[in-house]
């Protein structure tokens, strides 16, 4: 503990307190995570002539002990301003602070006095620039925090307020995207207020939402903001800067594993998916004799081109609040789902050549249940998870030669007891993780399809003529893991059909057994047994009777760096 | 504010996942960790925020409840949705309003 001369001292004190300071005259406070950072300015009203003597910034706490934190710095003519930074952990919020100045000073009538500089220290608000994707996804974020709970925001806000309605005065704002390029002054054009007064009180936090011109740039970019410091506290940074800001927020491209869905059967995920194909070949093609030429072999090109889309402008447009004990409603409105290939409809065509096009929602009920457990801990699961889906589809050939309405209601629920793949059966209670030896998922699911063939005009070879739609089905999947090695999965599916009277019921099944032999991060192997009987919609194709037995190799290079 | 998200967050995985949750690094530890569902995550976030903003007598707004969700899927780590919790309780509005 130490006691400023001052005290002792028969001199003039001049004592200011930092809150009647105005802001140009006096100091400025910057807090960060690691440090506290005090600016003293003393011109105008105080001159010194030279060097200060001896002073510091002190602490003060309950008792009204005083603690030299740091000394005075050695100041540069014409000694009017300096900087004292001190460790942000020396940092008491219960103490008071003084900086303490000894020193030959010039007041304003020029008459040499001997005082001491004194100023009540309160802690600021930290100002800093940051992205926020939950309130502003398209702009820059100012965040000021205060570092004390009883912090009184009126000043701030008094300031903050008319920028709403005149954004382009707050600050001078310059980007500068990573890679070195030149900075680039931007403006506010558009300035809105994310947190109330009264929240900030609660949450010592305030957000600000600026939106530039031009924008948020589309790569890595840094941020200098210097705020308008007309009626600008005096314990706020006039500037702030953050480099490494993330660019405008773009849905990353989808990864490998979100490929291998059967085409047929895909989910709409994303608002397009596109691929396009050209194959050109040459091959030998015999040429029948006739009655004037013998059989010749000709060489011959061939090219085709093939474009698989999926394409749904608007994707989950009501977007529900996920949330249990509720029913939450997902539509996409409309999709195409095209897979085409040029050259005529035949056995060996390169596509399904089939374009849908349609709507599709899902209404989804997660139950809930909370207790505790034996060790009177919280739990809670959700022991059904209702799903119901719905759509409507426009199906037809590539030519629309063929052209059907039909649509659909499933019942697919998940009983959370019968759901609990390999993957996700171990403990952690350890602290580590102990994976269970097995796995099983069981999804039941019941529908209903109902449509109608409205035209039908000369199909092609592969496009089979069908009746009136109206297909009652139910089955599910059922698969067992034992240990991470072998997989046994079923699927069963029973159908009704209305459309073919004399032949109402159909089965399909199918059922597959996998041994891993290797299970890496990068590539899997191993053998696979299955059998599939019966047939699926649209019942175009002969019963299937296959058994298949064969060895697989799955490699992932790239791993978790798809892109 | 932070600690206290962090904490809520802890306690809403813990009551979820039981004795799967594992503590060490758990912030570290993506959701689909855990689960394949991705709207988990998302309720357990929701919920954590909005346990702590209802201490603090604080509502969170239909669009931020939204907006929060948006971020978090299977790839997300407690560590990153922390700052969105957080942004999400500043734009919260104060439930009684005097």
Same mark, same amino acid.
């Given at each position: 503990?130490?006691?400023?001369?001052?005290?002792?001292?028969?001199?003039?004190?001049?004592?200011?307190?930092?809150?009647?300071?105005?802001?140009?005259?006096?100091?400025?406070?910057?807090?960060?995570?690691?440090?506290?950072?005090?600016?003293?300015?003393?011109?105008?009203?105080?001159?010194?002539?030279?060097?200060?003597?001896?002073?510091?910034?002190?602490?003060?706490?309950?008792?009204?002990?005083?603690?030299?934190?740091?000394?005075?710095?050695?100041?540069?003519?014409?000694?009017?301003?300096?900087?004292?930074?001190?460790?942000?952990?020396?940092?008491?919020?219960?103490?008071?602070?003084?900086?303490?100045?000894?020193?030959?000073?010039?007041?304003?009538?020029?008459?040499?006095?001997?005082?001491?500089?004194?100023?009540?220290?309160?802690?600021?608000?930290?100002?800093?620039?940051?992205?926020?994707?939950?309130?502003?996804?398209?702009?820059?974020?100012?965040?000021?925090?205060?570092?004390?709970?009883?912090?009184?925001?009126?000043?701030?806000?008094?300031?903050?307020?008319?920028?709403?309605?005149?954004?382009?005065?707050?600050?001078?704002?310059?980007?500068?995207?990573?890679?070195?390029?030149?900075?680039?002054?931007?403006?506010?054009?558009?300035?809105?207020?994310?947190?109330?007064?009264?929240?900030?009180?609660?949450?010592?936090?305030?957000?600000?939402?600026?939106?530039?011109?031009?924008?948020?740039?589309?790569?890595?970019?840094?941020?200098?903001?210097?705020?308008?410091?007309?009626?600008?506290?005096?314990?706020?940074?006039?500037?702030?800067?953050?480099?490494?800001?993330?660019?405008?927020?773009?849905?990353?491209?989808?990864?490998?594993?979100?490929?291998?869905?059967?085409?047929?059967?895909?989910?709409?995920?994303?608002?397009?998916?596109?691929?396009?194909?050209?194959?050109?070949?040459?091959?030998?093609?015999?040429?029948?004799?006739?009655?004037?030429?013998?059989?010749?072999?000709?060489?011959?090109?061939?090219?085709?081109?093939?474009?698989?889309?999926?394409?749904?402008?608007?994707?989950?447009?009501?977007?529900?609040?996920?949330?249990?004990?509720?029913?939450?409603?997902?539509?996409?409105?409309?999709?195409?789902?095209?897979?085409?290939?040029?050259? %005529? /409809?035949? =056995?060996?065509?390169?596509?399904?050549?089939?374009?849908?096009? @349609? !709507? #599709?929602?899902?209404?989804? +009920?997660?139950?809930?249940?909370?207790?505790?457990?034996?060790?009177?801990?919280?739990?809670?699961?959700?022991?059904?998870?209702?799903?119901?889906?719905?759509?409507?589809?426009?199906?037809?050939?590539?030519?629309?030669?063929?052209?059907?309405?039909?649509?659909?209601?499933?019942?697919?629920?998940?009983?959370?007891?019968?759901?609990?793949?390999?993957?996700?059966?171990?403990?952690?209670?350890?602290?580590? %993780? /102990?994976? =269970?030896?097995?796995?099983?998922?069981?999804?039941?699911?019941? @529908? !209903? #399809?109902?449509?109608?063939? +409205?035209?039908?005009?000369?199909?092609?070879?592969?496009?089979?003529?069908?009746?009136?739609?109206?297909?009652?089905?139910?089955?599910?999947?059922?698969?067992?893991?034992?240990?991470?090695?072998?997989?046994?999965?079923?699927?069963?599916?029973?159908?009704?059909?209305?459309?073919?009277?004399?032949?109402?019921?159909?089965?399909?099944?199918?059922?597959?057994?996998?041994?891993?032999?290797?299970?890496?991060?990068?590539?899997?192997?191993?053998?696979?047994?299955?059998?599939?009987?019966?047939?699926?919609?649209?019942?175009?194709?002969?019963?299937?009777?296959?058994?298949?037995?064969?060895?697989?190799?799955?490699?992932?290079?790239?791993?978790?760096?798809?892109? | 504010?932070?600690?206290?998200?962090?904490?809520?967050?802890?306690?809403?995985?813990?009551?979820?996942?039981?004795?799967?949750?594992?503590?060490?690094?758990?912030?570290?530890?993506?959701?689909?960790?855990?689960?394949?569902?991705?709207?988990?995550?998302?309720?357990?976030?929701?919920?954590?925020?909005?346990?702590?903003?209802?201490?603090?007598?604080?509502?969170?707004?239909?669009?931020?409840?939204?907006?929060?969700?948006?971020?978090?899927?299977?790839?997300?780590?407690?560590?990153?949705?922390?700052?969105?919790?957080?942004?999400?309780?500043?734009?919260?509005?104060?439930?009684?309003?005097?």
């Amino acid at each position: 503990m130490n006691t400023p001369l001052f005290r002792v001292l028969p001199t003039v004190l001049v004592c200011l307190t930092f809150t009647a300071l105005a802001r140009a005259q006096t100091a400025i406070f910057y807090a960060s995570d690691t440090t506290v950072r005090v600016r003293v300015n003393l011109a105008p009203k105080i001159n010194p002539t030279a060097q200060p003597s001896a002073g510091g910034l002190y602490s003060i706490d309950e008792n009204g002990n005083w603690t030299q934190l740091a000394p005075l710095p050695s100041i540069p003519s014409p000694y009017t301003q300096f900087e004292i930074t001190i460790p942000r952990t020396q940092y008491n919020p219960e103490h008071k602070y003084q900086v303490v100045v000894f020193g030959f000073f010039k007041n304003a009538d020029d008459v040499m006095i001997q005082p001491s500089h004194s100023l009540v220290v309160t802690l600021p608000l930290v100002l800093s620039i940051v992205r926020d994707k939950v309130n502003c996804p398209d702009g820059l974020t100012l965040l000021a925090r205060a570092q004390v709970a009883d912090y009184n925001w009126d000043r701030y806000y008094e300031w903050l307020r008319p920028f709403e309605t005149a954004p382009n005065g707050i600050a001078t704002i310059m980007f500068q995207a990573s890679g070195g390029s030149d900075p680039v002054n931007v403006r506010a054009k558009q300035v809105s207020i994310i947190t109330r007064q009264s929240t900030a009180t609660v949450t010592r936090n305030s957000r600000t939402c600026i939106l530039t011109e031009p924008g948020i740039p589309n790569v890595t970019f840094k941020a200098t903001v210097n705020l308008d410091e007309t009626n600008l506290p005096a314990d706020i940074a006039g500037q702030a800067s953050a480099a490494g800001l993330s660019p405008t927020y773009t849905v990353s491209f989808p990864k490998r594993e979100d490929f291998k869905e059967d085409t047929s059967k895909r989910i709409l995920e994303r608002n397009l998916d596109l691929g396009v194909s050209m194959t050109s070949s040459v091959a030998d093609e015999e040429v029948a004799a006739t009655a004037t030429t013998p059989k010749t072999i000709l060489r011959k090109r061939t090219t085709r081109g093939v474009l698989d889309v999926r394409f749904a402008p608007w994707m989950d447009v009501l977007q529900p609040v996920i949330r249990e004990n509720k029913w939450l409603h997902f539509l996409t409105p409309f999709y195409l789902n095209a897979n085409v290939a040029t050259g %005529k /409809i035949t =056995k060996d065509t390169l596509a399904l050549n089939r374009i849908l096009f @349609g !709507f #599709e929602g899902e209404l989804r +009920y997660y139950t809930s249940r909370r207790w505790e457990d034996e060790d009177g801990n919280n739990r809670h699961s959700n022991p059904i998870w209702h799903r119901l889906k719905y759509g409507a589809q426009h199906a037809s050939d590539r030519d629309f030669k063929q052209d059907e309405f039909t649509g659909k209601i499933e019942y697919a629920p998940i009983f959370e007891a019968l759901y609990n793949p390999y993957k996700f059966n171990f403990t952690g209670n350890t602290g580590e %993780k /102990i994976q =269970k030896w097995y796995g099983y998922a069981f999804q039941p699911r019941v @529908g !209903f #399809e109902i449509g109608r063939t +409205y035209h039908r005009d000369n199909p092609a070879a592969v496009i089979k003529p069908s009746a009136n739609v109206r297909r009652f089905y139910f089955g599910g999947d059922l698969g067992f893991d034992l240990t991470g090695h072998t997989n046994f999965s079923v699927t069963d599916v029973f159908y009704v059909r209305g459309e073919l009277p004399e032949n109402r019921t159909q089965n399909y099944f199918k059922g597959s057994f996998d041994l891993l032999f290797r299970r890496g991060d990068v590539t899997s192997s191993g053998v696979f047994l299955s059998f599939e009987r019966g047939q699926l919609p649209p019942f175009a194709t002969p019963p299937a009777n296959v058994f298949k037995v064969g060895f697989r190799i799955v490699s992932n290079y790239c791993k978790d760096a798809c892109r | 504010m932070e600690q206290q998200l962090e904490n809520s967050l802890q306690a809403v995985l813990r009551a979820r996942f039981g004795q799967k949750f594992i503590v060490p690094n758990w912030k570290g530890r993506a959701f689909g960790f855990y689960t394949d569902n991705a709207d988990f995550p998302k309720m357990d976030v929701l919920e954590a925020t909005v346990n702590v903003a209802s201490a603090s007598n604080l509502k969170l707004l239909p669009s931020t409840q939204k907006s929060l969700q948006n971020q978090v899927s299977l790839a997300s780590t407690p560590s990153d949705v922390l700052p969105h919790m957080s942004a999400a309780l500043d734009a919260a509005k104060p439930a009684i309003v005097f």
